[in-house]
T-cell receptor, first 110, second 115 residues
Framework: GQSLEQPSEVTAVEGAIVQINCTYQ??????LSWYQQHDGGAPTFLSYNGLDGLEETGRFSSFLSRSDSYGYLLLQELQMKDSASYFC???????????FGGGTRVLVKP | EAGVTQSPTHLIKTRGQQATLRCSPI?????VYWYQQALGLGLQFLLW???????NRGNFPPRFSGRQFPNYSSELNVNALELEDSALYLC??????????????FGSGTQLSVL
């Protein structure tokens, strides 16, 4: 099987930086994705790491290290609208299903 | 371009009944995924359809079933409803099974409540 572990909740203030770690126990996957979901909303794609290293998209960056079975999502210059749940996910070649972690709820305070 | 649409938005059923949830993918997308999200929890994979065929299913009992139509829209059926089936059911689509960058586009979901 495969499992992805994330912290359940993180609280930070506006303007701060938050790092959400995702550790996994699986192999043979294409890459690591991150999705954002606001309360009552649909998950939306944030980023994808197919190769090891850092991918930067505006205030958000994502990192993958296959050798360490580890990735993270970095949220910079936090804004109130960043309060949401963030999910890491992997897809394996066999079965083509996207498996999600349990999600990290980020609460941004003024 | 219209996004992934799901209907109904909310559905209330009683134990033992059957529920049918519908999903229309983004135009040009052939793959449809179904996920269950219980309150405050992560997304649990239910089913994957591509080109009209069921390609994979998650660890759910057979009373969870579905199909994909020639226009790539999809239907999820849940028979003999149980209280623990109460959850948000999310549908997602992507261009095809050959796309490695697995960017899924999600609908807003159907909130199923079983009383």
């Amino acid at each position: 099987g495969q499992s992805l572990e994330q912290p359940s909740e993180v609280t930070a203030v506006e303007g701060a930086i938050v790092q959400i770690n995702c550790t996994y126990q699986t192999s043979g996957f294409y890459g690591l994705s991150w999705y954002q979901q606001h309360d009552g909303g649909a998950p939306t794609f944030l980023s994808y790491n197919g190769l090891d290293g850092l991918e930067e998209t505006g205030r958000f960056s994502s990192f993958l290290s296959r050798s360490d079975s580890y990735g993270y999502l970095l949220l910079q210059e936090l804004q109130m609208k960043d309060s949401a749940s963030y999910f890491c996910a992997v897809i394996k070649a066999a079965g083509n299903k996207l498996t999600f972690g349990g999600g990290t709820r980020v609460l941004v305070k003024p | 371009e219209a996004g992934v649409t799901q209907s109904p938005t909310h559905l209330i059923k009683t134990r033992g009944q059957q529920a049918t949830l519908r999903c229309s993918p983004i135009s040009g997308h052939t793959s449809v995924y179904w996920y269950q999200q219980a309150l405050g929890l992560g997304l649990q994979f239910l089913l994957w359809y591509d080109e009209g065929e069921e390609r994979n299913r998650g660890n759910f009992p057979p009373r969870f079933s579905g199909r994909q139509f020639p226009n790539y829209s999809s239907e999820l059926n849940v028979n003999a409803l149980e209280l623990e089936d109460s959850a948000l059911y999310l549908c997602a689509s992507k261009r095809g099974q050959g796309v490695r960058n697995e960017k899924l586009f999600f609908g807003s979901g159907t909130q199923l409540s079983v009383l």
